[in-house]
């Protein structure tokens, strides 16, 4: 029972974690008067959450007193402001993209052995809770890295000293604090954040119900993505609000308040990882393309990635005087953005090489990916079928993940990966055929 208890105290405290998120983001969505539907209402809120709190967070760390005592007071003092009544999240969306997720509970509940989340995701916050402020760190390359998942988790990490502090003379890593479990169980939540959010992003493509549920119930346990989600990391949160993002710019018609969204929350995804800064140009240009005033629609969505990413930049122009680093630092900056955001433009030279290597790396997985080949370019033809071809031109200019042979070549095209966002197609309905008043090409004033 001894091991099974920091895990049981790990939960508890991840739901309660959660439920501020979102009570914290239901206020401030309710006061923004942001058109949200009821799909993308619960992602939302637990996005907005965490990156309100994460800026206070910021905050503090700034003014020196990034202390346990501090961020618990100001995580209750949000947490009191938000909205616990009339929140109208739909649990019948939730609860189905939350059991998929059950499979990576086990590695969630386990205590970190990641690399990066011992090296920075919660390394730099622990250190910044023993110096008790935000301080640079030269010697560590990722403290320049978007900070969002290092903000979220020095929450938990700041309740686990104050709860057990250490002996006289002891310098506690996080591997023995009682709540360093925390930060991957929200990370956890953060990945079915994001299939809530991908749900949404199919339901304005046309799926019915159950495909767009089983589109985002599969985002957290695929093969390319899996176990990533169950550690504490940063993509969760990047991919949440990308998917997010792009529901809100595929939705209506280019209301200012629509605009405004789309480019906070890719901010938030540039705010978490590097890869939502090429995101953003692509939410920025889609909702440029759906609007009748391009120019001034996508003005007010830099302006919202401008302040969603404002942890990121504001953190690196207060410590290190350089607010987009390390993009642009020699030569460490430049070799990360290629690899992180755009490797596609360094495989086109030898386009026989990466044909081929792209032709035996998805040979094992043809049986399923000609079928949907197939279904997708139907859906692309058919008819109203705008929105799928901006989402698919997207598709292929945006970063992916490497490939599991590592092939760097093939760093572009991440088939795997990008099936929950293909698979909404599949579910277009036949010229002919009736739908629900949410098919694509309504323009309805809340974006499900």
């Not at 953190?315 to 070799?335: F, M, Q, S, T, Y």
């Not at 705008?386 to 945006?398: E, F, I, Q, V, Y």
Request: with cysteine; glycine share 10%; net charge positive.
């Amino acid at each position: 029972m001894k091991a099974v208890w920091p895990a049981l105290i790990a939960l508890a405290a991840s739901v309660l974690w959660f439920l501020v998120f979102g009570a914290i983001g239901a206020r401030a969505r309710r006061l923004a008067r942001l058109p949200v539907g009821a799909w993308l209402r619960l992602p939302l809120d637990f996005l907005l959450g965490a990156w309100l709190l994460s800026f206070v967070v910021l905050l503090c760390g700034m003014l020196r007193a990034f202390r346990p005592g501090v961020l618990l007071a100001a995580t209750l003092a949000l947490g009191v402001l938000g909205r616990w009544r009339n929140r109208r999240w739909s649990p019948r969306v939730a609860l189905p993209l939350l059991l998929p997720a059950l499979l990576l509970l086990p590695i969630a509940v386990a205590p970190p052995f990641f690399y990066d989340a011992l090296v920075y995701h919660l390394g730099l916050p622990w250190q910044a809770l023993q110096e008790g402020r935000l301080s640079p760190h030269p010697e560590n390359f990722f403290s320049a890295f978007p900070p969002l998942a290092q903000l979220v988790a020095a929450g938990p990490l700041g309740a686990s000293l104050a709860a057990s502090p250490a002996a006289p003379g002891v310098d506690r890593g996080p591997l023995a604090a009682g709540l360093e479990r925390v930060p991957a169980l929200l990370h956890l939540l953060s990945c079915v954040a994001a299939g809530a959010g991908l749900s949404a992003l199919a339901r304005r493509l046309g799926a019915p119900r159950g495909l767009a549920l089983l589109a985002g119930g599969t985002l957290s346990i695929l093969p390319a993505f899996a176990p990533v989600p169950g550690f504490p990391a940063a993509e969760g949160w990047a991919d949440a609000a990308i998917v997010a993002a792009l529901a809100v710019a595929l939705g209506g018609r280019g209301r200012r308040e629509q605009a405004l969204l789309a480019g906070l929350l890719v901010g938030v995804a540039s705010a978490a990882r590097l890869q939502g800064i090429p995101w953003a140009a692509i939410v920025i240009a889609l909702v440029a393309l759906r609007s009748p005033a391009p120019l001034a629609r996508s003005a007010l969505a830099t302006a919202g990635w401008i302040v969603g990413s404002a942890p990121w930049w504001l953190k690196n122009l207060a410590l290190l005087g350089d607010p987009v680093a390390p993009l642009g630092w020699h030569p460490e900056g430049i070799e990360t953005l290629r690899r992180e955001a755009g490797s596609h433009l360094y495989g086109l030279s030898g386009a026989g090489d990466w044909l081929w290597g792209l032709g035996t790396t998805l040979q094992p997985h043809a049986a399923y990916l000609v079928p949907l080949a197939l279904a997708a370019l139907l859906a692309l033809t058919g008819p109203k079928a705008g929105r799928a071809r901006l989402l698919s031109g997207a598709l292929l200019l945006c970063p992916r993940r490497r490939t599991p042979e590592r092939n760097p070549r093939l760093t572009w095209w991440s088939t795997t990966r990008a099936l929950p966002l293909r698979r909404p197609a599949l579910s277009r309905r036949a010229p002919g055929r009736s739908s629900s008043p949410r098919r694509a090409g309504s323009g309805s004033r809340a974006v499900s």
